[in-house]
């Protein structure tokens, strides 16, 4: 299983972005999938998850209303829609893949390379 992010990029604040995270390999949709980041000189935090059919979905209390993750299976491809972005929104997004709907990172197993997201004030 390999995991792509994408969608970075640098924007002020207030705007937003939509991040991406293909998935290749079977069983897409057996699989929740979590986003996570960290900014530089910080331990990774906890994002957004969505469980395996997007019914369910978990978003931090810090971006909730303001960023919204769902997937496509069809397509194998996780979003993460962000707007209203701070500049403590800075960071490297990695999105993750568990059999679990988890909010901790050591229940993910697979990790993409992550995706730089900048956010000038």
């Known amino acids: 299983v390999q995991l792509q992010a994408s969608g970075g990029g640098l924007v002020q604040a207030g705007d937003s972005l939509r991040l991406s995270c293909a998935a290749s390999g079977r069983s897409f949709s057996s699989y929740a999938i979590g986003w996570f980041r960290q900014a530089p000189e910080k331990e990774r935090e906890f994002v957004a998850a969505?469980?395996?059919?997007?019914?369910?979905?978990k978003h931090a209390d810090s971006v909730k209303g303001r960023f919204t993750i769902s997937r496509d299976n069809t397509k194998n491809t996780v979003y993460l829609q962000m707007s209203s972005l701070k500049p403590e929104d800075t960071a490297v997004y990695y999105c993750?893949?568990?059999?679990?709907?988890?909010?901790?990172?050591?229940?993910?197993?697979?990790w993409g390379q992550g995706t730089l997201v900048t956010v000038s004030s």
């Open positions: 993750a893949m568990s059999g679990f709907l988890a909010i901790v990172a050591e229940r993910y197993d697979y």
């Open positions: 969505i469980g395996r059919s997007g019914t369910y979905t």
